[in-house]
């Protein structure tokens, strides 16, 4: 087998992983990790975290256990899981233009991709 072929597997297990996992975005069970925004605090799984976007505002997710986004408005937060489970847009066109600002400022100072 090559590398590309390796490659390949990865990515479908990958994928079989996050499909499998994102069923229980803000389930409690099986979680190992939790997000703090300004009031609330979100259950989320590092291998999702990890497939779906890169930053979070850390240099390696795998040492951390809560990541601390209370400088974030709980809607914001939330939107961004919603983004990184279930792949729905990070914005709508009848989203206010505020929160377009604020949902774009927390994405670039999480580094998310």
């Known amino acids: 087998m090559d590398s590309g072929e390796r490659e390949g597997e990865e990515d479908d297990h990958s994928k079989l992983l996050v ?22 605090v979100f259950h989320a799984h590092k291998i999702v975290l990890n497939t779906r976007a890169g930053g979070w505002g850390v240099k390696d997710l795998s040492k951390h256990h809560l990541l601390d986004l209370s400088g974030h408005e709980d809607s914001i937060v939330e939107r961004i899981l919603k983004w990184t489970y279930h ?9 206010s233009h505020e929160f377009k600002l604020k949902m774009l400022e927390s994405s670039t100072k999480l580094s998310l991709t």
């Open 19 to 40: 499909t499998n996992i994102k069923e229980n975005y803000d389930v409690a069970a099986f979680s190992d990790i939790k997000l703090k925004s300004k009031n609330r």
């Open 87 to 95: 792949g729905i847009s990070l914005v709508t066109i009848n989203d």
